[in-house]
């Protein structure tokens, strides 16, 4: 009797620790971060295909996207798909890409600067005929680093706020180029 007693009070203590870890588990995982696989090599040489990424949804309830960071979100023209992109225009900006060279300033001026991007390859330059597009208020304009492979805003236009799902932050495979993304 003491033996299937214990066998019962084990099978308890398992299934309340499924409870409880499940419990602490799925709302981290829909609410703060989720896994994301890179597929294609429109991030190239940054993040390759079949990398492992963990996607940081928290820090968006709290500020806005900025600029330079690779974010997640859900494909404009389907959003059953999820790409992974870098923000280049911000809300209220105007983005030109012309001679190969991407340009940001304000939607209200006729000035503009030419876009540092440190994390390209040297010689990188952004394909595509002369491009000026101007954001709303809720709409981010994304491009991917390998910028002769990468369907982005080039193609398909302004992203809007309310597709992303968050910036890049751990890359957990391959083992070694693991850690935290800058």
């Known amino acids: ?59 968006y309830f709290f500020r806005e996207p900025e600029r330079g960071e690779v974010v997640v979100f859900r494909y404009p ?42 994390y390209l390859s040297k010689g990188t330059e952004t394909t595509g005929d002369y491009i000026i597009i101007t954001l709303g208020s809720g709409d981010y304009f994304v491009l991917g680093d390998n910028r002769t492979q990468s369907s982005d805003g080039r193609v398909w236009g302004a992203l809007p706020r309310r597709l992303i799902i968050g910036r890049a932050l751990l890359r957990a495979w391959p083992v070694s180029k693991a850690g935290l993304l800058e």
């Open 1 to 59: 009797m003491e033996e299937k007693r214990s066998f019962a009070d084990s099978i308890k203590e398992f299934v309340k620790f499924l409870v409880i870890a499940s419990a602490i588990a799925l709302p981290v995982r829909y609410f703060v971060a989720q896994p994301f696989i890179v597929k294609g090599a429109s991030m190239q040489p940054n993040f390759e295909n079949s990398e492992y990424l963990i996607i940081d949804e928290l820090s």
């Open 77 to 118: 023209l389907d959003t059953r798909q999820y790409f992974i992109k870098r923000i280049i225009g911000l809300p209220g900006e105007r983005v030109e890409i012309k001679g190969g060279k991407v340009f940001t300033g304000n939607a209200d001026s006729k000035e503009s600067v030419l876009l540092e991007e440190p």
